[in-house]
């Protein structure tokens, strides 16, 4: 029997009440398969976020386990229910896991730093991933530039020169395995193992777990409504060798570096001989107003090494980054890329520059502009009755693929985002990003993947639910 509309439980309740009972009486079984979110949805004629809702709980609660490609199935760890009448208890883990990232088919509730995986124009990227493979020939097969796929170079030189104002030769542009491949090609290069670097505090997470692993030092400078706070770095670490600074979109805060912060950014670097590495992050998503240029367009002497990546502008699967490095040293990061593993396959990047030189990536950074900034209205609209005064949403906050609540009164972050976590929302605490000691307490949800206002005000009930003891 479908579920149905107009009962005392919302209808992705029902179906997530459905299938425990199944299980519970034995009809589905451990190990079993259930029907793909797309299929199901169109069975029973419901909205894909609705079944996507259900079973998130389910996988969350130890009741499903999703195995990528293969399906999802009933999780082999619940033993045998044959008869029992009852669900075995599924492990709940020791400590919600906040800064790893999501690994699973779909993306959890809240997930912060995917893109809304339900828009991208598949059919075009399998038709252009096609003609590149047949096209590439033996190239694809021989030893890769450790650069990178010169078309591609090319074609990142040309979109930073129109939409971000860096003017660059594809000479300047290295292609690296992703955000991470960048900061190693940099470190490699320019730095030595014990230099210290400023790090914005609070600020990019991945960034300072990478540069403290392979042994950078890093001193924690304030961001606020004005973004880093220049004068504060030159206090506390007038040494530095480095810094990395997200301008255009400070991450996690939201705010933008202003000019004259900017111009003595790049004054210091120049009179210490510093490194600015400027991580351009969401900057194409900026819902009021063009985009901000990127820091790299002020830059007169050569001290500022820009990295973006595709994950958030087409995918996170494809793993690729790019680096802009000046001029002047370019031998010396090509000496440096030689020794390292590079970007990989020459197909994924050779796909990615027929999406760009087709135009292909200019309609779809528009399309998703318009609809990050519905989807953005559509959470915010929810939270404002649901929570009430307990969070709060800084107006300021125009950009992005999420948005930053600070709470109110004496809640505990950690506490609030762990009890999210525990109900499968992929809640983030602010204070996890922070490196010095505490501050004022916020939580960090992502908002590409809610598809309506409906699913918006499903996820955010469930939210209040399981936080409303905290």
């Known amino acids: 029997m479908e579920p149905r509309r107009g009962l005392d439980a919302p209808v992705y309740l029902q179906l997530y009440r459905r299938f425990r009972e199944a ?47 293969a399906g999802t199935v009933v999780s082999p760890r619940l ?72 078309p591609l170079r090319r074609a990142v030189a040309a979109y930073l020169g129109i939409s971000r104002g860096v003017a660059c030769s594809h000479e300047q542009v290295f292609i690296t395995a992703g955000y ?32 403290q692993h392979i042994g950078m030092r890093l001193a924690p400078i304030p961001v606020d409504e004005e973004g880093l706070n220049v004068e504060a770095g030159q206090r506390r670490a007038p040494d530095a060798r480095f810094v990395v600074v997200t301008p255009t979109h400070q991450c996690p805060m939201g705010v933008a570096l202003s000019l004259p912060r ?26 009021h107003g063009r985009p901000l240029p990127a820091l790299k367009s002020l830059d007169r002497d050569e001290r500022v090494l820009y990295t973006s990546t595709f994950s958030k502008v087409l995918f996170p699967g494809l793993r690729l980054g ?10 010396q990061f090509r000496e440096a890329a030689n020794h390292l593993p590079g970007p990989g396959s020459i197909w994924p990047q050779a796909t990615v520059a027929e999406f760009m030189a087709e135009g292909h990536f200019a309609r779809h950074l528009r399309k998703m502009r318009l609809l990050y900034a519905q989807r953005r209205n559509h959470l915010v609209d929810a939270l404002t009755p649901v929570f009430g005064a307990r969070l709060h949403i800084a107006a300021a906050q125009v950009a992005g693929t999420h948005v930053l609540a600070m709470l109110q009164g004496q809640c505990s972050d950690r506490d ?13 605490a602010l204070s996890h990003w922070r490196m010095r000691g505490p501050g004022p307490g916020g939580v960090l949800m992502g908002f590409a993947n809610i598809s309506g206002a409906e699913e918006a005000m499903v996820l955010t009930r469930r939210l209040m639910e399981a936080t409303k003891t905290v």
């Open 23 to 69: 299980i519970a009486a034995g009809k589905l079984r451990p190990g079993d398969r259930v029907p793909s979110i797309r299929s199901l949805a169109s069975e029973l004629h419901l909205a894909r976020g609705t079944v996507e809702l259900a079973y998130q709980m389910l996988t969350s609660e130890g009741y499903f386990e999703a195995r990528g490609p």
């Open 79 to 150: 033993g045998s229910l044959g008869g029992t009448g009852r669900t075995a208890s599924p492990k709940t883990p020791s400590k919600p896991v906040e800064q790893s990232r999501t690994v699973s088919d779909e993306p959890a509730p809240f997930q912060f730093g995917l893109p809304g995986l339900d828009a991208f124009p598949r059919k075009t990227w399998a038709r252009l991933a096609n003609r590149s493979l047949r096209v590439l020939g033996a190239a694809a097969m021989n030893y890769p530039d450790p650069a990178g796929y010169e």
């Open 180 to 211: 991470r491949g960048a900061l190693e090609l940099i470190c490699r290069t320019l730095l030595r193992s014990d230099d210290l670097g400023w790090h914005e505090d609070p600020g990019y997470i991945y960034t300072r777990e990478f540069l």
């Open 262 to 287: 900017r111009l003595a950014l790049l004054k210091w670097a120049q009179r210490r001989s510093a490194w600015i590495i400027e991580d351009d992050y969401d900057s194409e998503f900026r819902y």
């Open 322 to 331: 790019y680096l802009v490095v000046p001029e002047a040293r370019i031998g």
């Open 416 to 428: 609030f985002a762990a009890a999210a976590q525990s109900h499968g929302l992929a809640i983030q």
